[in-house]
T-cell receptor
Framework: DAGVIQSPRHEVTEMGQEVTLRCKPI?????LFWYRQTMMRGLELLIY????????DSGMPEDRFSAKMPNASFSTLKIQPSEPRDSAVYFC?????????????FGNGTRLTVT | AQSVTQLDSQVPVFEEAPVELRCNYS??????LFWYVQYPNQGLQLLMK??????LVKGINGFEAEFKKSETSFHLTKPSAHMSDAAEYFC????????????FGAGTRLFVKA
């Protein structure tokens, strides 16, 4: 079990640039989540997928944010254009079974810095 | 609506001293409760979960938590702290509300002093 794999680990970009974060969930897991962690707001759920279908994107802060899951083993979170206030650690997590009672398995995160 | 309150943002303890990290929740339905730990530059890892059944839950690394419905609490404890326990701990609550709505607390940073 390789765990949830995220890339890149660190991303530094200039305001206005497009940023793409990548995630490979644990094989066989049917739920995938994108979280954002900041000192001010803690952990925020941005969006989650079930069997590759977006279920709830109410946490996506603006239209600048978009997420896709083209297949069961890959997801992306894109920010276009990026802004300094997007600087945060972005986590991908997956779970097997309904996440109300199934634990979340987190990746090590992508630390995004927008200058 | 569900919510989680972690009463302490930081808890310092001496090595080998007991640890208690407090968590209170509110939920309109029977809750599922979790504790996660986050080490520096890593994602969150599950320590334990409570769904139903025995109210004293044993987790990894010697941690325990007791679900107390009357107090709406799920405090995390360990009899003796190790230096390796220094990390941030998150309490989380979810419930069968028809949609996934796991709510994380703000986190408690545990400092272990020699």
């Amino acid at each position: 079990d390789a765990g949830v794999i995220q890339s890149p680990r660190h991303e530094v970009t200039e305001m206005g640039q497009e940023v793409t974060l990548r995630c490979k969930p644990i094989s066989g897991h049917d739920y995938l989540f994108w979280y954002r962690q900041t000192m001010m707001r803690g952990l925020e759920l941005l969006i989650y997928f079930n069997n590759n279908v977006p279920i709830d994107d109410s946490g996506m802060p603006e239209d600048r944010f978009s997420a896709k899951m083209p297949n069961a083993s890959f997801s992306t979170l894109k920010i276009q254009p990026s802004e300094p206030r997007d600087s945060a650690v972005y986590f991908c997590a997956s779970s097997l079974g309904h996440p109300d009672y199934s634990p979340l398995h987190f990746g090590n995160g992508t630390r995004l810095t927008v200058t | 609506a569900q919510s989680v309150t972690q009463l302490d943002s930081q808890v310092p303890v001496f090595e080998e001293a007991p640890v208690e990290l407090r968590c209170n929740y509110s939920s309109s339905v029977p809750p599922y409760l979790f504790w996660y730990v986050q080490y520096p530059n890593q994602g969150l890892q599950l320590l334990m979960k409570y769904t139903t059944g025995a109210t004293l839950v044993k987790g990894i690394n010697g941690f325990e938590a007791e679900f107390k419905k009357s107090e709406t609490s799920f405090h995390l404890t360990k009899p003796s702290a190790h230096m390796s326990d220094a990390a941030e701990y998150f309490c989380a609550v979810s419930g069968n509300t028809g949609g996934f709505k796991t709510i994380f607390g703000a986190g408690t940073r545990l400092f272990v002093k020699a």
